[in-house]
Nanobody, 116 residues
Framework: QVQLVESGGGLVQPGGSLRLSCAAS????????MNWYRHIPGKERELVAL????????NYADSVKGRFAISRDNAKNTVYLQMNSLKPEDTAVYYC?????????WGKGTLVTVSA
């Protein structure tokens, strides 16, 4: 059974940091491209960051470049999103997505709220 379970969300003050984790099981994680998306109510779901299967390649949305960092540990079947210098506009539900060939798997998301 395929599972992607996000964790690490919560309430943080502007300027603060959070580290999201996404634990994967039930599919070939080590050869999958992993992505973090976010969804702000009333807006389209946005690709935040992605990382290649080996971790050698990453890409980021312009809105988070220099503040967020995606990484992965293939031995633990886990992908991470380190979020620094958080802003109120980063408030969203964050989802991880696995892309394995033509297969796509999504987690259920974790809520990040940035507020004073």
């Amino acid at each position: 059974q395929v599972q992607l379970v996000e964790s690490g969300g919560g309430l943080v003050q502007p300027g603060g940091s959070l580290r999201l984790s996404c634990a994967a099981s039930g599919f070939a994680f080590s050869i999958s491209v992993m992505n973090w998306y976010r969804h702000i109510p009333g807006k389209e779901r946005e690709l935040v960051a992605l990382i290649s299967s080996t971790g050698a390649g990453t890409n980021y949305a312009d809105s988070v470049k220099g503040r967020f960092a995606i990484s992965r540990d293939n031995a633990k079947n886990t992908v991470y999103l380190q979020m620094n210098s958080l802003k109120p506009e980063d408030t969203a539900v964050y989802y991880c997505k696995a892309l394995l060939g033509r297969l796509t798997y999504w987690g259920k998301g974790t809520l990040v709220t940035v507020s004073a």
